[in-house]
């Protein structure tokens, strides 16, 4: 059985869909609340759903049938500002999760961020090293939260404490593809784009204010859901992988070259407007993300991943012009 916190949400309900597809048991963990969060999970059988605060009840009950536990839970709006709203649930909770993985002896893939890099000035290297990782300068709360789970997993490793038997932090770079329409204002760009485009009015996206990027300019890692899923389902199959891994495609591209590849799945003619970015956006606005993807590579993964073009073709129409677009 994998338990999997965060089951209901975009990444996590992603990794649910892939499980139950080859009929393994899946326990989730989340809150659906009253919208339609719940139909992330409608196509897929499940053991269970269990709210975060019967996570260990749950657990200590069916020790011996956890199989892993990946932990995708988090308050992950940016935008976020309750700090301690932040700790509990995004370093506190997975505090506590490594420690019933370790005791338990049960492997633990959890969500760290690229956030935690900031504005990508001291470089987007994955590494454990505590003096490198604490180089780090995240533009947010949520990432300042991600950075604190990571930097405690790290004095974990250096001082030899006892640890899961595999496990593996995940740095998701910018992640788009189906199931994220719960998100709202913090889903991905191109389903914005997508929405506006569908809307009859011009894909907006913000003017540069940096003299090194044209309005458009500004780069990204994006990287199509399918291929997290894939990294994941790989480590789950490969248990002598353990450590801190970016997960992007290692390749920058400009939000001019997203918005193209929307109009093209479409098949329309590019209609695009730059308007300015938001004056309380700008003094943490990213302007280049790149994923390093070496270490994973060094570890052994080695299928390709998914090119922009060819991952928001298969988004646009698999999924959001289709009449049931969920996974």
């Known amino acids: 059985m994998y338990f999997v916190t965060g089951g209901a949400g975009f990444i996590g309900s992603n990794l649910v869909a892939s499980l139950s597809a080859r ?8 809150r ?7 139909r992330n999970l409608a196509h897929h059988d499940l053991d269970d759903i269990v709210a975060p605060e019967r996570a260990f009840d749950l657990l200590d009950a069916r020790v011996d049938a956890v199989q892993a536990v990946v932990h995708m839970g988090a308050i992950s709006a ?24 370790t005791q338990h002896e049960v492997p ?66 910018n992640v788009y593809g189906p199931n994220e329409y719960h998100k709202g204002g913090q889903a991905s760009v191109p389903w914005h784009l997508f929405q506006q485009i569908q809307a009859g009015g011009p894909a907006k996206l913000f003017k540069s204010h940096h003299p090194d990027y044209p309005d458009g300019g500004q780069l990204r890692d994006f990287v199509y859901v399918d291929d997290c899923i ?17 997960v992007g495609t290692g390749r920058a591209r400009t939000f001019l ?57 298969a988004y646009v129409r698999a999924y959001l012009t289709a009449p049931d677009p969920y996974r």
Request: glycine letters at 6%.
């Open 257 to 313: 070259a997203l918005a193209h590849a929307v109009f093209d799945a479409l098949d329309r003619e590019p209609d695009i407007a730059f308007v300015p970015t938001p004056e309380r956006l700008r003094p943490t606005y990213q302007y280049f993300t790149q994923a390093s993807m070496e270490k994973l590579r060094k570890a052994g993964y080695d299928t390709p991943f998914t090119e922009l073009e060819d991952g928001i073709a």
């Open 108 to 173: 633990l893939i959890y969500a760290s961020s690229a956030a935690t890099y900031g504005d990508g000035a001291r470089g987007f290297e994955d590494t454990e090293d505590r003096a490198a990782l604490a180089r780090f300068r995240p533009l947010n709360g949520y990432g300042w939260s991600k950075q604190l789970f990571d930097r405690w997993v790290a004095r974990e490793l250096a001082d030899g404490a006892a640890r899961p038997p595999q496990w593996a932090g995940l740095k998701f770079f």
């Open 32 to 38: 659906l609340g009253d919208q339609d969060k719940w």
């Open 23 to 30: 009929d393994e048991r899946v326990v989730v963990c989340d």
């Open 230 to 246: 894939a990294v994941m389902r790989w480590l789950l199959d490969t248990p002598r992988v353990s450590g801190l891994f970016n």
């Open 78 to 101: 940016t935008t976020e500002t309750d700090g301690d709203r932040l700790v509990e649930t995004n370093f506190r909770l997975s505090r506590d999760l490594w420690r019933w993985c």
